[in-house]
């Protein structure tokens, strides 16, 4: 039944079995804020989200979309995983309790090429996770990772264009990123990225309607397509 139940004091100790929940939960509080330090318009927050994780779970990792975020017991390991789908539950609220058809299919890579819908919201999701934790990686349980950073034309192992959520994301994060690489020399406010996504009325499809929403809102254009070119996104315009 709905109401208040008193389920007494839970403590988290160091090293104990459920010290990664309090893991997961500063991750989450992080993605939660982060609108806020980092952009002028305070009002322009996401609504915040349910992550369940539980010592042995098998169940994750992925987000329902209006509902909970759900994580396998070794994605409290890194930041990348909770932080991840943090971004798809920003996005679904941000986009008014909606979300593109992605065509996505599963497993999906980084670095490999899928419908620009597919990208799109992946991509986003990384990027997001990537702008909160200030680390252009995406990292997985046990070691292994994948940098956004390095990879452009003719990287082996990546394909090209937007339809890749790794170039999607990459993009982006060289859109407001301080380091000059390449045909790269673009760097934005966060704020600006965050102004042309954020609202109901701002749905778009695929990164392609998102770089058309920018350009019609007047953001810098020159050097933001540099960027988009840096990763393989060629719009020419």
């Known amino acids: 039944a709905d109401g208040t139940y008193n389920m007494g004091t839970t403590y988290i100790t160091n090293g104990g079995s459920n010290e990664p ?40 990792d992925y987000t329902n979309n209006g509902g909970n975020i759900y994580l396998r017991d070794a994605a409290a390991d890194v930041e990348s995983i909770p932080m991840h789908e943090y971004g798809h ?5 941000i986009y008014g309790g909606w979300l593109p058809s992605t065509g996505c299919p599963s497993p999906h890579y980084v670095e490999t ?17 990537c702008v909160v934790s200030g680390d252009p990686a995406y990292r997985w349980p046990g070691g292994g990772s994948v940098g956004y950073e390095a990879p452009t034309w003719g ?30 020399t673009c760097q934005v406010a966060w704020s600006e990225l965050w102004d042309v996504i954020y609202g109901s009325t701002h749905r778009d499809n695929n990164f392609s309607e998102y770089w058309t929403r920018w350009k019609s809102m007047g953001k810098p254009k020159h050097h933001a397509n540099k960027a988009l070119f840096q990763n393989t996104i060629d719009y020419n315009a």
């Open 113 to 129: 090429g899928n419908a620009p819908n597919c990208a799109w919201v992946e991509g986003f999701a990384s990027w997001y996770k």
């Open 89 to 93: 539950a920003v996005q679904w609220d």
């Open 21 to 60: 929940a309090w893991w997961v939960m500063m991750d989450l509080i992080k993605c939660f804020w982060w609108p806020y330090w980092f952009t002028t318009d305070h009002s322009t927050m996401a609504g915040g989200a349910t992550a369940v994780w539980y010592v042995g779970s098998t169940n994750g």
């Open 155 to 184: 990287t082996v192992g990546w394909d090209d264009g937007d339809g890749v959520e790794g170039r999607v994301t990459a993009a982006m994060w060289d859109m407001g990123d301080s380091v000059v690489d390449g045909y790269d």
